[in-house]
């Protein structure tokens, strides 16, 4: 079955910087689209960032627009989101996410378990 495992969370100060690792296994998968969400406490899970199955195409939340990137490396099975001058308001569970087919338009079908990402002021 498709395990999606998230790594990298922790605590840091405002400005500081996180890299979330998620491996992915059980299918191939270079054949599907990754993407990473967030949930905040007492709030719904929001859309963070998505990346088609080659890694040429992203799209992310206006929130997070020049601050985050999310890459992937086929190779390793992995997605990344790389983190940069994070604030308190960045503070959640960041969840990964396996879509139904390559494109992200297809919905999400996995969900890693998530790892806590805690920024202080």
């Known amino acids: 079955q498709v395990q999606l495992v998230e790594s990298g969370g922790g605590s840091v100060q405002t400005g500081g910087s996180l890299r979330l690792s998620c491996v992915a296994s059980?299918?191939?998968?270079?054949?599907?689209?990754m993407g990473w969400y967030r949930q905040a406490p007492g709030k719904e899970r929001k859309f963070v960032a998505v990346?088609?199955?080659?890694?040429?195409?992203?799209y992310y939340a206006d929130s997070v627009k020049g601050q985050f990137t999310i890459s992937r490396d086929n190779v390793k099975n992995t997605v990344y989101l790389q983190m940069n001058n994070l604030k308190p308001e960045d503070t959640a569970i960041y969840y990964c996410?396996?879509?139904?087919?390559?494109?992200?338009?297809?919905?999400?079908?996995?969900w890693g378990q998530g790892t806590q990402v805690t920024v202080s002021s």
């Open positions: 996410a396996q879509f139904y087919s390559e494109t992200y338009y297809s919905g999400v079908q996995y």
């Open positions: 059980g299918r191939t998968f270079s054949s599907y689209a």
């Open positions: 990346i088609n199955k080659s890694g040429g195409d992203t």
